[in-house]
C-alpha cells in the first residue's frame, strides 16, 4: 500500500506559478510511476501528468503542456509538478497518484492504482 501525501498547493494570481510535492509517509516511491490528477467543481477528474519509475518518461495532458512539468527525485522520494504560466481554468484540486512501474508509458491510462489526499491549486485575481 502506497500512502501518498501532496503539498504547496494554495492561491496565486494568473499568469503566476506554484509547484506541487509528492510523497509518501512511509516506504518509498522509487519503484511506483506517479502521476497527477486534478478535479474542478462540476467537472470530470482529468489526468494531468504521469513519470515512470525511472523518471525516463513522462507524459502531459494538452491542456497544461508546455506550462507544466513533472519531476522526480527518488533520492529524496519526491515528485514534482512545476506549473507555470497558471490559468484560472486550472483551479481544482490536485491529486498525486501512484501505480505500477510501467503504468505510465505512451497509450496508456495514467498511474492510479493509489492516490493521496489532494492539494487545492487556486488561480485567481
Known amino acids: 500500500q502506497l500512502q501518498l501525501v501532496e503539498s504547496g498547493g494554495g492561491l496565486v494570481q494568473p499568469g503566476g506559478s506554484l509547484r506541487l510535492s509528492c510523497t509518501t509517509s512511509?516506504?518509498?516511491?522509487?519503484?511506483?510511476?506517479i502521476g497527477w490528477f486534478r478535479q474542478a467543481p462540476g467537472k470530470e477528474r482529468e489526468g494531468v501528468s504521469c513519470?515512470?519509475?525511472?523518471?525516463?518518461?513522462?507524459k502531459h495532458a494538452d491542456s497544461v503542456k508546455g506550462r507544466f512539468t513533472i519531476s522526480r527525485d527518488n533520492a529524496r522520494n519526491l515528485v514534482y509538478l512545476q506549473m507555470n504560466n497558471l490559468k484560472p481554468e486550472d483551479t481544482a484540486l490536485y491529486y498525486c497518484?501512484?501505480?505500477?512501474?510501467?503504468?505510465?508509458?505512451?497509450?496508456?491510462?495514467?498511474?492510479?492504482?493509489?492516490w493521496g489526499q489532494g492539494a487545492q491549486v487556486t488561480v485567481s485575481s
Open positions: 497518484t501512484g501505480g505500477a512501474p510501467w503504468a505510465c508509458r505512451a497509450g496508456t491510462d495514467y498511474p492510479s492504482a493509489y
Open positions: 512511509g516506504g518509498t516511491l522509487e519503484y511506483n510511476a
Open positions: 513519470i515512470s519509475a525511472s523518471g525516463g518518461y513522462t
